[in-house]
């Protein structure tokens, strides 16, 4: 997928007027052992994040969401799993996203770990299932639920 439309979602930064961030910004790699054991590749966006005020867009209520699929026979659960990486970010503010890799400096698309990444991409598939949402479609960030009145039995051949 080469990415979703910039007219339905772009990232910007809306970085505090009284933090300067460095004009070469580049973040830090790091490595971070997950609980199962194995271990992570992470872009640290600490600094960003606190010079960056919160997005108020309000998420969905998840149990209104676990209520509007009472009385469907069929649920469909997805997950967005690469969803992050198809919002490109504002031109303006990539440069404030850059981390280097072994094939040069990447900064086109939002990264999951800043924060507002999810008021950013909930906005987006908002917009994407606009006329689905409430009757087929639930949507919470990157998990999406679809549903079904009635069950579709394929009889076998």
Known sequence: MPGLDPNVAVHHLVVKENIKPYPTWLANIVLVRKKNGPIRVCVDFRDLNRACPKDDFPFPIPELMIDATTGHEALTFMYGSSGYNQ???????????????????????MPFGLKNAGATYQRAMQKVFDDMLHKNVECYVDD??????????????
């Open 87 to 109: 919002i490109r970010m504002a031109p303006e503010d990539e440069e404030l996203i850059a981390f280097q890799t072994p094939k040069g400096v990447c900064n086109k698309v």
């Open 144 to 157: 999406l639920v679809v549903k079904s009145r009635k069950r579709l039995i394929i009889p076998k051949t």
